[in-house]
């Protein structure tokens, strides 16, 4: 399942996983967006070891130009 339970909050431990499952997701966005992605970072609760959770990963891609933007989302 992607995401969580509707009407639900969860947090979970921290998990070493995390970094793992996010590592896969960049490859795959990189894998779709190209060099239009000027960098893809794993931010938020899940990118900081040790700390408890809610268990999605926050991605963010940076883009030169809000065109560029636009150009990714047919993508993903």
């Known amino acids: 399942m992607l995401g969580l339970p ?7 431990d921290s998990d070493p ?6 590592g896969e997701e960049e490859r795959a966005l990189r894998g779709v967006v190209g060099s239009i992605a000027l960098d893809i970072q794993h931010v938020g609760s899940t990118s900081v070891a040790g700390l408890a959770a809610k268990p999605v990963s926050d ?3 940076a883009v030169a130009t809000f065109e560029a933007g636009k ?3 047919g993508p993903i």
């Open 6 to 12: 509707h009407d639900r909050v969860i947090v979970a």
């Open 17 to 22: 996983g995390w970094p793992v499952r996010f």
């Open 71 to 73: 150009a990714c989302v």
């Open 59 to 61: 991605i963010v891609i």
